[in-house]
T-cell receptor
């Protein structure tokens, strides 16, 4: 079975541009979460989607947005890129249903974004 | 706001030794805890999760949870060079954000031959 797949793996953008990152969860997983990991720090939660609805949002500006599609894949969009947005963006999926308690996340390989 | 603090690193141990990684948390209501391992340039992978006070063992790994003192630790016995990685402690966000994990900053472990 394929794990969590993310694309692109690497990309370089310039300040002010827009970026779209994509994620396909493990087959059967309905929950997708997005994380930002800056070098030397732990991942920081950005969004969680379950059944195409936003279930959680981290402390990120409105330049960050996401959505989930009927096939449970997801996109993370970042507008007006800043140098500080350079990071590894991780997508994670889970099979847990809503409200069922602690949740085991499986991460994709990530998309490494460099903003120049 | 849940906070997770990990012991400062980096941590260096000789091959065959026990590596001890520690994590403290601020939310007394936290019920479960996760340890992830992240190799350089790779994504985090789950090593263990623990819900109950006491120890949980899985091969060379033992997770220890002390809710009264609000700390969780990971012991790696017979450390191998392949264990060299960043170890991340995490707890779930709870509520409607059950897909949210709050991570510590990570501890870099180096196991030298």
């Amino acid at each position: 079975d394929a794990g969590v797949t993310q694309s692109p793996t690497h990309l370089i953008k310039t300040r002010g541009q827009h970026v779209t990152l994509r994620c396909s969860p493990i087959s059967g997983h309905k929950s997708v979460s997005w994380y930002q990991q800056v070098l030397g720090q732990g991942p920081q939660f950005i969004f969680q989607y379950y059944e195409k609805e936003e279930r959680g949002r981290g402390n990120f500006p409105d330049r960050f947005s996401a959505r989930q599609f009927p096939n449970y894949s997801s996109e993370l969009n970042v507008n007006a890129l800043l140098l500080g947005d350079s990071a590894l963006y991780l997508c994670a999926s889970s099979s847990r249903t809503f409200g069922s308690g602690a949740n085991v996340l499986t991460f994709g390989a990530g998309s490494r974004l460099t903003v120049l | 706001q849940k906070e997770v603090e990990q012991n400062s690193g980096p941590l260096s141990v000789p091959e065959g030794a026990i590596a001890s990684l520690n994590c403290t948390y601020s939310d007394r209501g936290s019920q479960s805890f996760f340890w992830y391992r992240q190799y350089s340039g790779k994504s985090p992978e789950l090593i263990m999760f623990i819900y109950s006070n006491g120890d949980k063992e899985d091969g060379r790994f033992t997770a220890q949870l002390n809710k009264a003192s609000q700390y969780v630790s990971l012991l790696i016995r017979d450390s191998q060079p392949s264990d060299s990685a960043t170890y991340l402690c995490a707890l779930p966000g709870g509520g409607t954000s059950y897909g949210k994990l709050t991570f510590g900053q990570g501890t870099i472990l180096t196991v030298h031959p």
